[in-house]
Structures are given as structure tokens and as C-alpha cells.
Nanobody, 124 residues
Framework: QVQLAESGGGLVQAGGSLRLSCAAS????????VGWFRQAPGKEREFVAA????????YYADSVQGRFTISRDNAKNTVYLQMNSLKPEDTAVYYC?????????????????WGQGTQVTVSS
């Protein structure tokens, strides 16, 4: 089992920045991919970004490419999501997710473990 805990959400003005953290514990050696998803009120959950637990591969949704950066610190078992140039449409609950399996990183159904979520609100 793997446990995930997000932190770093909050309220920010449009154009501002936030950094989300996802701390993993438990059987982290089994992880293949860690991703971030978000869900806005009345909308479906959507993929934001993902990173392989080892190696350098990263993946981004078109909507955040160039504004968000995903990174990890394996020594701390933590994955970060640096969010710059935030827009009101980025407002959502952001979830960290992880999987021990290979497959597409873009679909939430492929992820085995989920955090509790952290709210990000961007005011205009």
C-alpha cells in the first residue's frame, strides 16, 4: 500500500503561483508513475501532469503546458507541481495519484492510490 498526502493549495490571484506537494509513504519502491489530476465543481476529473518515479519522463495536459512543472525528490518521496501564471479556470481540487503499473498516464482509472485533495482557488 502507498499513502499520499497533498499540501500547498490556497487562494491566489490570477497570474500568481502556487506549489503543490505530494508526499508518498509506504511501499514507494513499487511506484511507476505519480500524477496530478484536478476536478472543478460540476466538471469531470481531468489529467494535469505526471512523472515517472524513476527516469526523467514527464507528461502535461495541453491546458497547463508551459505554465505548470512537475518534479520529484526521491530522497523525500515527494512530487511537486509548480503552478505559474495561474488562471481562474485552474480553480479546482487537485489530487495526487500514483500507480505501480505501466499503462497510459493520462487516465485516472490507471492509478491505484489517491490523496485526499487540496483546493486551489484562483481569483480574477
Amino acid at each position: 500500500q502507498v499513502q499520499l498526502a497533498e499540501s500547498g493549495g490556497g487562494l491566489v490571484q490570477a497570474g500568481g503561483s502556487l506549489r503543490l506537494s505530494c508526499a508518498a509513504s509506504g511501499r514507494t519502491f513499487s511506484l511507476i508513475t505519480v500524477g496530478w489530476f484536478r476536478q472543478a465543481p460540476g466538471k469531470e476529473r481531468e489529467f494535469v501532469a505526471a512523472i515517472r518515479w524513476t527516469g526523467s519522463n514527464t507528461y502535461y495536459a495541453d491546458s497547463v503546458q508551459g505554465r505548470f512543472t512537475i518534479s520529484r525528490d526521491n530522497a523525500k518521496n515527494t512530487v511537486y507541481l509548480q503552478m505559474n501564471s495561474l488562471k481562474p479556470e485552474d480553480t479546482a481540487v487537485y489530487y495526487c495519484a500514483a500507480t505501480s503499473g505501466w499503462g497510459t498516464v493520462f487516465s485516472g482509472v490507471r492509478y491505484d492510490y489517491w490523496g485526499q485533495g487540496t483546493q486551489v482557488t484562483v481569483s480574477s
